[in-house]
């Protein structure tokens, strides 16, 4: 399984030039509630284009700023778990990932981190790429997300 960090003006290009075929997508896209969006600000439009999305609305915040928006690690990106099994469900399906946010700097790398190290061990790579700025919460939230749903799976298949 291929992982790829897209911005929202490349895989606005991508869509337009051919998306590629057995690629299901991560996109993060900025709440209604965000101070710094445009009036006519809408998520990516992935319609036709791919049969496996997962669109998230949520802020580019740390941790430190949590409270700020009335949130807390544990009440942050409550759609984690969700997300980690529609990881595993295109991991098995023989998907590639493309984790898409605004800039492709922030919550999409600190998405494709956390699966590149679940996976392969090396999640490392996307930080220590200086195109990159990963958001650790997002990439802590879908790293625990994902050994969560690796331990359930395990253990529901041991009960079999």
Excluded: W
Excluded at 11 to 21: D, Q
Excluded at 34 to 43: G, H, M, N
Excluded at 101 to 112: D, M, N, P, T, V
């Amino acid at each position: 399984m291929k992982i790829k960090i897209f911005s929202r003006r490349q895989i606005e290009e991508l869509l337009r030039e051919g998306f590629p075929e057995k690629t299901a997508v991560i996109s993060f896209y900025d709440p209604e509630t965000s101070r710094f969006i445009a009036e006519d600000y809408r998520p990516v439009d992935y319609k036709e284009k791919t049969d496996r999305l997962f669109q998230v609305p949520l802020h580019d915040i740390d941790l430190s700023v949590l409270p700020e928006y009335g949130l807390t690690y544990e009440t942050y990106f409550p759609e984690a778990d969700a997300l980690a099994e529609f990881i595993y469900s295109a991991k098995t399906d023989g998907y590639n990932i493309i984790c898409q946010c605004e800039y492709g700097e922030s919550r999409s790398s600190g998405c494709a981190a956390a699966i590149l190290e679940h996976f392969y061990k090396n999640g490392i790579s996307v930080f220590a790429d200086y195109r990159y700025y990963p958001n650790q919460v997002v990439y802590h939230k879908v790293l625990e997300a994902l050994e969560k749903f690796y331990e359930t799976s395990k253990r529901s298949f041991l009960d079999r």
